[in-house]
Nanobody, 127 residues
Framework: QVQLVESGGGLVQAGGSLRLSCAAS?????????MAWFLQAPGNEREFVAG????????YYADSVKGRFTISRDNAKNTVALQMNSLIPEDTAVYYC???????????????????WGQGTQVTVSS
């Protein structure tokens, strides 16, 4: 089975930074699939935050995080990271790492396009 494990969440004051990491195991072709981060706040649908294609050459961000968050991947280490800067209380949510269902060169943004999910890590931004 493919396993994704997130880490790096926590409590931070507005204006601060966090770096989320996702470690993958169980898939030899990890480098051929898009990876993404989603968030889910209580009572809401899971929403796309940022994604990166297989090569790392293409990234896509939700409008709400453009200029503040950066997604990256290290295929040799089977990891993907989300650097979160200038955090605001509205960023508070559980963040999930996801691996795409298909080997594509673009960045899907819908949850249905991702077949493997981590357990989530809580990010809380206080004012």
């Amino acid at each position: 089975q493919v396993q994704l494990v997130e880490s790096g969440g926590g409590l931070v004051q507005a204006g601060g930074s966090l770096r989320l990491s996702c470690a993958a195991s169980g898939r030899l072709t990890f480098s051929m699939y898009p990876m993404a981060w989603f968030l889910q706040a209580p009572g809401n649908e899971r929403e796309f935050v940022a994604g990166i294609n297989w090569s790392g050459g293409s990234t896509y961000y939700a409008d709400s995080v453009k200029g503040r968050f950066t997604i990256s991947r290290d295929n040799a280490k089977n990891t993907v990271a989300l650097q979160m800067n200038s955090l605001i209380p509205e960023d508070t949510a559980v963040y999930y790492c996801a691996a795409g269902r298909n080997s594509v060169s673009y960045v899907p943004t819908a949850p249905r396009d991702y077949g493997h999910w981590g357990q989530g890590t809580q990010v809380t931004v206080s004012s």
